[in-house]
Nanobody, 126 residues
Framework: QIQLVETGGGLVHDGGSLNLNCEVF??????????VGWFRQAPGKERDFVAA????????EYADSVKGRFTISRDNSKLTVDLQMNTLKPEDTAIYFC?????????????????WGQGTQVTVSS
């Protein structure tokens, strides 16, 4: 079993910044095979891919809507993943979820991920 705990959400003004943190718990987390991703879900909308990092290689991927504004990174010793969000916009308002899966093929597909956190609310006011 793997548990994921997200922290760092909150309220920020248009153009502001937030850093989200995801801590991974569980012995079955495999540094060589697991990918950690961030997804978000706005009210009345589907859950959308935001960013992902393949743990072993450190390879990252981003949704077009956040490229150049968001940065995903991992700390191998702490088993944590950060999502640094800059130049936030009102349309970034959503609940942000951290997820992990083993042998993920397409990082943008939510069904590839096996474990999910509870989510953290991010609200960007205009």
């Amino acid at each position: 079993q793997i548990q994921l705990v997200e922290t760092g959400g909150g309220l920020v003004h248009d153009g502001g910044s937030l850093n989200l943190n995801c801590e991974v718990f569980g012995r079955t987390f495999n540094r060589y095979r697991n990918t950690v991703g961030w997804f978000r879900q706005a009210p009345g909308k589907e859950r959308d891919f935001v960013a992902a990092i393949r743990w072993y290689s450190g390879t990252t991927e981003y949704a077009d809507s956040v490229k150049g504004r968001f940065t995903i990174s991992r700390d191998n010793s702490k088993l944590t993943v950060d999502l640094q969000m800059n130049t936030l916009k009102p349309e970034d308002t959503a609940i942000y979820f951290c997820a992990t899966g083993r042998n993920v093929d397409s990082t943008m597909i939510s069904s590839e991920y096996d474990y999910w956190g509870q989510g953290t609310q991010v609200t960007v006011s205009s």
